[in-house]
């Protein structure tokens, strides 16, 4: 079983930056692709960034890609996204999941993750 807080959401700006950190209280953490979802209101959840176990590969939704950066520390069992040049379609609660499976392939569907955070909600005013 793995619990995953996230922390980090708030208020911000057209143009702004942000950082979501997700903590996991696993002690094989390391074994975790993580991943960074997202739901805006009357959407459905979307993907946003996954990261392999040792943080070699990565892999972004377009819509995010060249502006927010996904990153784990293994030691400190978290991972993290910075979130730079925001724009209000950002605007959503932010998830982060863990899947415990032996590939990654950039792992985009929410169904692969099997625990997941209780959101941190991020606003982006225009």
């Known amino acids: 079983q793995v619990q995953l807080v996230e922390s980090g959401g708030g208020l911000v700006q057209a143009g702004g930056s942000l950082r979501l950190s997700c903590a996991a209280s696993a002690r094989t953490f390391s074994m975790y692709v993580m991943g960074w979802f997202r739901q805006a209101p009357g959407k459905e959840r979307e993907f946003v960034a996954s990261i392999s176990w040792n943080g070699g590969r990565t892999y972004y939704a377009d819509s995010v890609k060249g502006r927010f950066t996904i990153s784990r520390d293994n030691a400190k069992n978290t991972v993290y996204l910075q979130m730079n040049s925001l724009k209000p379609e950002d605007t959503a609660v932010y998830y982060c999941?863990?899947?415990?499976?032996?590939?990654?392939?950039?792992?985009?569907?929410?169904?692969?993750?099997?625990?997941w955070g209780q959101g941190t909600q991020v606003t982006v005013s225009s």
């Open positions: 999941a863990a899947d415990p499976r032996t590939y990654y392939s950039g792992n985009p569907r929410d169904r692969e993750y099997d625990f």
